[in-house]
């Protein structure tokens, strides 16, 4: 049997699920002040009068992280950037605390300036000073000779500082200024995700389970749980991929569709090609970020069932905030909860009265009656929706297309329906189908299919190989892993290498993969080609493990 479980920033959602399908089921609020009690509660409901022993697996996916970027809560962390001649790292500044130093690689590898070790020294103190413990690192050609990231590293380290994520571990990928990002989110959610990794840990040790632990990553594949604190930025956006694995099967095969998932914070939207996900070709795009964290392509719209709701000059606002419940549950703000609650025949969700309370706040400022509000937030809202999904659609068709099968170049996305998911789905259905031309969907089992898309997700990893074949080099560079190779190592050398290293570290040699960059460059000296360098990506593809099988009933 295997666990899936999904925290959002609203509710905790568990599910159990056994070869004959979904067994158990349950929805508790999270606290994000106690996450351990929310994901023990869960965790109880599901493993109630059974042997956890039966328990092979447990696989999370959570928005924490997520939310924390769209709602600028992250971490104060700091940067300090080594870049050398060319390109400004100025230009992608990323925080306060954002230092550039000298120190360079060329693109060989080889050191053309000096690491001014003296200023990181005084940089460290200083960021203790600041009372700044998480720091990120990156060099330009670090990717090529890690040295002076390492170098930073220890310097930092030695002076106190806690964590520190050096470029070359977070990415392999070359892109100085996606880079400088990709290190600097990973830094800036350590905090969210460290404490999210504490509260699983001490929850599942109350319950007494000891299994494989994995998180789902922003690619759809699952990534182990330890690792996920060297690289947590892998699991932003955990929670939308979760959303897209948990309405892939779902989908029709021969049309293209929207999936929207409603939580009480955000709203997530992706988009699959004939059941295929889309996915970011270079990497995420989250919030003013570029990185190099490939991904499924999905945005998050701070607008949720929870969201406050207010009025400014006669016009209605929806979130980024969530400032507690909805008002029928007990909260000081209307929501959208709320004014579903005013117009949808389904039963309250809480109070009514509290709701129409609401409602008649909003409708006292724009001077009309409550339902004419709730029907006024409830057409904000889900145009607000439409419209950035339709940009987004616009964005993709835009460049190539790209799915977790092949690269599509020329096909035009045109979704004909919308799979909708997430606690509020039954209700807003209804209000959804009035703006748009799309047929609208709702996914079986909504309200935790986030859980089941992770709880079936198989693992996935990529790494990239550099081949310097004059130097006699071979670097994967996240792993930080180096190994001499003999001169007339080939191409097709590289992408089988890179290939077995990959199967090797997952320790499953059934996994399919598949290359997804290949470049080899002549090195030319005095009209003489002295070697070759070569750079290769391979993948494990994101699908859902075997022997599990989704049926048409809505259960896994």
Excluded at 221 to 234: I, L, N, Q
Excluded at 313 to 328: D, K, Q, S, T, Y
Aim: aromatic share 4%.
């Amino acid at each position: 049997m295997l666990i899936g479980l999904d925290v959002g920033g609203t509710h905790t959602d568990v599910v159990l699920i056994g070869k004959e399908g979904l067994i158990k089921k349950t929805k508790v609020p999270t606290d994000p002040n106690n996450l351990f009690e929310s994901i023990l509660e869960g965790l109880e409901v599901v493993t109630e009068s059974m042997d956890t022993h039966q328990v092979k697996r447990l696989v999370l996916s959570t928005t924490l992280a997520t939310n924390a970027v769209v709602t600028g809560s992250l971490s104060s962390v700091a940067m300090v950037v080594a870049a050398g001649p060319g390109l400004d790292p100025r230009l992608y500044a990323c925080c306060d605390a954002y230092h550039c130093i000298r120190g360079a690689v060329d693109h060989r590898g080889r050191e053309v300036e000096g690491l001014d070790e003296e200023v990181v020294e005084r940089l460290a103190a200083g960021f203790r000073e600041q009372g700044i413990d998480t720091v990120g690192v990156v060099g330009k050609f670090s990717t090529r000779n890690p040295a002076h990231e390492q170098r930073m590293e220890a310097i930092l380290r030695k002076a106190g500082i806690k964590r520190v994520f050096t470029g070359h571990s977070v990415s392999g990928n070359l892109n100085f200024p996606r880079r400088i990002h990709t290190t600097f989110l990973n830094a800036s959610v350590s905090d969210v995700h460290c404490h999210f990794y504490e509260s699983v840990r001490e929850s599942l040790k109350c319950k007494g389970i000891d299994v494989p632990i994995y998180i789902l990553k922003a690619d759809g594949g699952t990534m182990g749980f330890e690792d996920s604190m060297e690289r947590p930025g892998e699991a932003v956006m955990s929670g939308p991929s979760a959303s897209v694995m948990g309405a892939v099967p779902w989908a029709n095969a021969e049309r293209d569709s929207l999936v929207l998932d409603v939580g009480g914070t955000t709203t997530d939207i992706s988009v699959l090609v004939k059941r295929a996900p889309v996915l970011e070709p270079l990497g995420i795009t989250i919030g003013p970020w570029r990185t190099l964290i490939r991904s499924l392509k999905s945005i998050s719209v701070g607008i949720g069932g929870d969201s406050r709701i207010w009025v400014e000059n006669g016009v209605i606002h929806i979130g980024p905030e969530r400032r507690g419940l909805p008002m029928a549950l007990g909260g000081e703000e209307p929501t959208p909860t709320d004014a579903m609650n005013l117009l949808s025949d389904e039963e309250s969700r809480g109070d009514r009265s509290l709701s129409e309370k609401g409602m008649t706040r909003i409708g006292d400022a724009l001077g009309l009656a409550p339902e004419e509000a709730a029907a006024k937030v409830m057409e904000t809202l889900c145009c607000a929706i439409v419209e950035r999904a339709r940009r987004m659609v616009e964005e993709i068709n835009a460049k190539p297309v790209y799915t977790i099968h092949e690269l599509m170049d020329g096909y035009r996305v045109a979704p004909e329906e919308i799979l909708l998911l997430g606690g509020p789905a039954e209700r807003l259905a209804p209000f959804l189908a009035q703006y748009t031309d799309a047929r609208v969907k709702i996914v079986p089992k909504a309200g935790v299919a986030n859980a089941i898309g992770a709880c079936l997700a198989r693992p996935t990893r990529e790494v990239t190989l550099f081949a310097d074949t004059e130097k006699g080099v071979i670097l994967v560079p996240e792993e930080n892993y180096s190994k001499v190779m003999k001169s007339h190592f080939t191409l097709d050398d590289a992408h089988e290498t890179a290939r077995r290293f990959l199967l090797d570290r997952l320790g499953d040699s059934d996994l399919e993969t598949e290359v997804v960059e290949s470049m080899a460059f002549n090195m030319v000296r005095g009209f003489r080609t002295t070697g070759k360098n070569i750079r290769v990506r391979v993948q494990v593809k994101p699908g859902l493990v075997s022997g599990y099988r989704l049926k048409r009933g809505g259960a896994a």
